[in-house]
């Protein structure tokens, strides 16, 4: 407590003191005061830290540049807890930056992750150099994609493995930063990976271009394209004829309690490019059950009708559309 100017060094005392208002506002101008001793500073930082005090931040971005490698560590650490409040301004954002670039690691990944939280164009080096760290690689995904800056999709591509833990973060980055480079990037690492995500499949349906509108029927992901892909899709008798192939197969196996969405593209397509359909499609549309009324908990019977409803009402649009087509292609 010789922080305190009570005579004991050991900041563990410190910490319950300061849980007390009247002695912490007393507290704090020593505090920040005392990171201009070296015998003090590095307890001082730690204080400083555990009880997120903002108005501390340039004596501990000052402190980051100490010649005492533990306050350096606590200065580090404290303003890893405090950017969380998003008081550090843009002048102090600097030397984290410098520091997420340094030699040491725990300090670096302190940094990392204060700096991960701004939307700042300048972490975009530092960002990308810490990728593929395993302690902090995460937050500098995030913080890539929140930059939204294309410069990161090469970085972001290093942790798109397999075996990598973040690399749903990364795709996650990649949607966020968008453009062809990403999808581009998005597509590479789906065509390796075992097996595709439905959470892959989203980040890349919302690349609404023709790549991305091609994996996703490739791949039979027929939820992800409506509405977004619908121009897309309804512009290519192939697409619309797989397309109807993949909706028609999900329905006959069991969706009659669901089944809104699929008859809705089933009849989009019958009535813009219904001549790209097969026969044998028409004939299975036509043979589709009328939907199942759903289960609903008790005191939820009203918004389950109204679901009922709108899967009866898509159902017998869906089969005249299907009528018409078949009264146009005669007997």
């Given amino acids: 407590m010789r922080l305190l100017g009570i005579g004991d060094c050991d900041p563990s005392p410190a910490k319950a003191c300061l849980k007390q208002r009247d002695l912490r506002q007393t507290a704090i101008p020593h505090l920040i005061l005392a990171l201009s001793d070296t015998s003090m500073a590095a307890d001082a930082a730690e204080l400083l830290g555990y009880h997120v005090v903002t108005e501390a931040v340039r004596s501990l971005v000052s402190a980051l540049k100490s010649a005492d490698q533990r306050t350096r560590l606590q200065a580090a650490r404290a303003l890893m807890v405090i950017s969380s409040t998003e008081k550090i301004t843009y002048e102090e954002v600097q030397p984290l930056i410098d520091a997420a670039l340094g030699s040491e690691h725990e300090i670096r990944r302190y940094a990392v992750q204060s700096i991960a939280r701004f939307p700042d164009i300048r972490t975009l080096e530092a960002l990308c150099a810490n990728v593929k760290d395993p302690i902090v690689g995460e937050y500098a995904v995030v913080g890539l994609g929140n930059l939204r800056d294309p410069r990161a999709i090469g970085a972001l591509a290093k942790v798109l493995t397999p075996n990598s833990s973040i690399t749903s973060k990364a795709v996650c980055a990649l949607r966020e930063i968008g453009g062809d480079s990403a999808?581009?990037?998005?597509?590479?690492?789906?065509?390796?990976?075992?097996?595709?995500?439905?959470?892959?499949?989203?980040?890349?349906?919302?690349?609404?271009?023709?790549?991305?509108?091609?994996?996703?029927?490739?791949?039979?992901?027929?939820?992800?394209?409506?509405?977004?892909?619908?121009?897309?899709?309804?512009?290519?008798?192939?697409?619309?004829?797989?397309?109807?192939?993949?909706?028609?197969?999900?329905?006959?196996?069991?969706?009659?309690?669901?089944?809104?969405?699929?008859?809705?593209?089933?009849?989009?397509?019958?009535?813009?490019?219904?001549?790209?359909?097969?026969?044998?499609?028409?004939?299975?549309?036509?043979?589709?059950?009328?939907?199942?009324?759903?289960?609903?908990?008790?005191?939820?019977?009203?918004?389950?009708?109204?679901?009922?409803?709108?899967?009866?009402?898509?159902?017998?649009d869906l089969i005249k559309a299907a009528n018409a087509e078949t009264d146009r292609r005669g007997p």
Wanted: with cysteine; hydrophobic share 40%; aromatic share 8%.
């Fill in 183 to 316: 999808l581009e990037t998005l597509l590479h690492h789906a065509k390796s990976a075992e097996t595709v995500s439905r959470e892959l499949c989203d980040c890349i349906a919302t690349f609404v271009k023709e790549p991305a509108t091609e994996f996703l029927i490739q791949h039979g992901a027929w939820r992800c394209l409506w509405p977004a892909h619908k121009l897309l899709v309804l512009s290519s008798r192939h697409r619309c004829q797989r397309l109807a192939e993949f909706v028609l197969t999900s329905i006959s196996r069991g969706e009659r309690y669901s089944m809104l969405l699929g008859a809705q593209i089933l009849t989009a397509i019958l009535r813009e490019q219904g001549g790209a359909l097969e026969d044998h499609l028409i004939r299975n549309i036509l043979m589709l059950e009328e939907p199942a009324p759903g289960w609903a908990d008790p005191g939820y019977e009203e918004e389950q009708w109204r679901a009922d409803a709108e899967n009866r009402a898509a159902y017998y």
